[in-house]
């Protein structure tokens, strides 16, 4: 099997780093993104890189707030729900706001998965009864 990380694998803490700015091709190489998909995300209003001249500057905060994106990506939130959850990091109260509301936005989509977990299992269970049935007409009809 590819080496490569699965998305359903936990991911890292994002590594702590001394640096206060990060080139595109930094941040695409640290976090396997393209240019593309960095633009389209600041298109999106989701991070703010410095320009200076055609050149974009990424800072911490650029970085922090793209790592939230990909897990968020990757645990099947929508770029609305990523946007409520990091907008509300700049709200002035220790972040008690931006922890309670992500966590209820985690609790919610552990709970859908969950369900959509059962419903897999019992739709993986009735398809191997009718297998099992399938098999067992044409074992009958094999014999006669």
Not at 50 to 59: A, D, I, K, L, P
């Amino acid at each position: 099997m590819n080496k490569a990380v699965s998305r359903f694998e936990p991911q890292p803490v994002l590594p702590h780093t001394d640096r206060d700015e990060f080139s595109i091709s930094d941040m695409c190489a640290e976090f396997d993104v393209t240019p593309r998909a960095l633009r389209f995300y600041e298109d999106e209003g989701l991070i703010g890189p410095e320009r200076r001249g055609t050149q974009r500057v990424y800072s911490q905060r650029d970085r922090a707030r793209l790592a939230w994106i990909l897990r968020g990506k990757r645990v099947g939130f929508s770029l609305a729900e990523i946007r409520e959850m990091i907008d509300l990091y700049d709200v002035d109260d220790g972040r008690r706001v931006q922890r309670k509301v992500t966590l209820d936005r985690c609790r919610e989509r552990i709970d859908l998965l969950a369900q959509q977990k059962d419903d897999i299992e019992a739709s993986i269970a009735e398809l191997q009864q009718f297998v099992d049935l399938l098999e067992s007409v044409d074992d009958d009809s094999n014999n006669n």
